[in-house]
């Protein structure tokens, strides 16, 4: 075991929140679209992209939200 697997488990627990909008994430470091949150939760979020993003790579993102 890689001692990660009960981290994984809570996460799958965490309450979900799906995003009432398009909320486009971008990374902060190229300005590249990255693609759009699909939920989001206390322990993260889920990312859908039509680009292959590696497990467990760090991001920095920014978030491109609607002017109200």
């Known amino acids: 075991t890689n001692g990660h697997e009960g981290i994984a488990v809570n996460a799958q627990r965490a309450d979900r929140k799906r995003a009432p909008e398009v909320i486009i994430v971008i990374d902060a470091l ?39």
Do not use: A, C, Y
Not at 47 to 55: A, G, R, T
Not at 58 to 63: A, H, M, T
């Open 30 to 68: 190229t300005g590249e679209s990255l693609g759009r949150i699909g939920n989001i939760s206390h322990g993260g979020l889920m990312l859908i992209s039509n680009k292959p993003i590696v497990e467990e790579t760090v991001l920095q993102i920014q978030f491109l939200l609607r002017d109200t």
